[in-house]
T-cell receptor, first 113, second 114 residues
């Protein structure tokens, strides 16, 4: 059974810092990996989607990398801002007959002014 | 705006009552899903559907039923609500391949069973 782990569970940084969130998964046979953002009391917003054949994806100040063979992904946030404060979730879609996602429990990020 | 719409957004039920949560998507996605999110447990799949008229069980299906009579709608039913079903419920959809946009989630339904 696929398991997804996110480290750290919580992170607090001052504004302007660059930071890295980590995601690991136990079964490397994935179809793709998706990073989401969730604000308190809100739904999930997709940030980046990386296909299994890709190494990284970038969107603005966000960069996500994927090392499928080692079962790891990182989300890099450059020049963090208070508005980046949220919970970040990593999810993998496996190579199976149906496309469900397995989620990590998330990293709660707080960026202080 | 295109996306996934969930109704209602909030609901309080008494133990034993029934209710239906509605999910609607306008992206012509084939796949639809119902997840629940609980503190410390993360998101867990309840049921999913790979097309109109088809449904299947996910990780935590007990106490729930689903129906997908139309491609754009996916209903989640609780026949006899229990306090253990207090949770935030999210609906999501994706295309068959999901290779362009991945999953799209609704804004959630916060359900409290007393």
């Amino acid at each position: 059974k696929q398991e997804v782990t996110q480290i750290p569970a919580a992170l607090s940084v001052p504004e302007g810092e660059n930071l890295v969130l980590n995601c690991s998964f136990t079964d490397s046979a994935i179809y793709n990996l998706q990073w989401f953002r969730q604000d308190p009391g809100k739904g999930l917003t997709s940030l980046l989607l990386i296909q299994s054949s890709q190494r990284e994806q970038t969107s603005g100040r966000l960069n996500a990398s994927l090392d499928k063979s080692s079962g790891r992904s990182t989300l890099y946030i450059a020049a963090s801002q208070p508005g980046d404060s949220a919970t970040y979730l990593c999810a993998v879609r496996e190579n199976s007959g149906y496309s469900t996602l397995t989620f990590g429990k998330g990293t709660m990020l707080l960026v202080s002014p | 705006n295109a996306g996934v719409t969930q109704t209602p957004k909030f609901r309080v039920l008494k133990t034993g009552q029934s209710m239906t949560l509605l999910c609607a998507q306008d992206m012509n996605h084939e796949y639809m899903y119902w997840y629940r999110q609980d503190p410390g447990m993360g998101l867990r799949l309840i049921h999913y559907s790979v097309g109109e008229g088809t449904t299947a069980k996910g990780e935590v299906p007990d106490g729930y039923n689903v129906s997908r009579l139309k491609k754009q709608n996916f209903l989640l039913g609780l026949e006899s609500a229990a306090p253990s079903q207090t949770s935030v419920y999210f609906c999501a959809s994706s295309s068959r391949t999901g290779n362009l946009y991945g999953y799209t989630f609704g804004s959630g339904t916060r359900l409290t069973v007393v």
